[in-house]
């Protein structure tokens, strides 16, 4: 049996002061209590950037703007496999509601994989680290 191909799309969202919007998936759900850029599946026939725009008005209540694409990753999980493309974004209008998530924190880039990641997201981390972390 062939597993099931699951195309998704995350957001990484900065703040004025350069910190990085990190969302807790919620209990009772695949990868349950995991960290992830919020964002979730595209629908048949939409476009990743139609679908990251509509998941994250869902998801938080948010209308972004979507910048530079940061990489496309594809993870086995037991559940199927995962093929995510994340985008640089900003918060265009909205305040942050969390109707999905666990728990969301605002955090500096060279913080962030402190946290633990959904192992699709992590490739996206070190891009993210590289450009925005403080190089020392």
């Known amino acids: 049996m062939t597993k099931k191909e699951i195309k998704v799309v995350g957001a990484v969202i900065e703040n004025e002061e350069g910190e990085i919007l990190c969302a807790q998936r919620p209990e009772g759900k695949n990868l349950a209590l995991k960290w992830e850029f919020p964002g979730g599946k ?7 950037t139609a679908a990251l725009k509509r998941e994250l008005q869902e998801e938080m209540a948010l ?22 493309t994340t985008y640089f974004s900003k918060i265009k209008a909205g305040n942050i509601q969390l109707l999905e998530h666990e728990e969301m924190k605002w955090m500096k880039a060279d913080d962030i994989d402190q946290l633990d990641w959904a192992p699709a997201d992590i ?8 450009k925005k972390g403080n190089k020392k």
Not at 43 to 48: I, K, L, Y
Not at 79 to 84: A, K, N, R
């Open 42 to 48: 595209i629908e048949v026939g939409e476009s990743p």
């Open 63 to 84: 209308d972004i703007e979507i910048l530079d694409e940061i990489t496309t990753t594809t993870y086995e999980y037991d559940f199927g496999i995962v093929e995510l």
């Open 123 to 130: 490739p996206a981390i070190k891009i993210i680290k590289e």
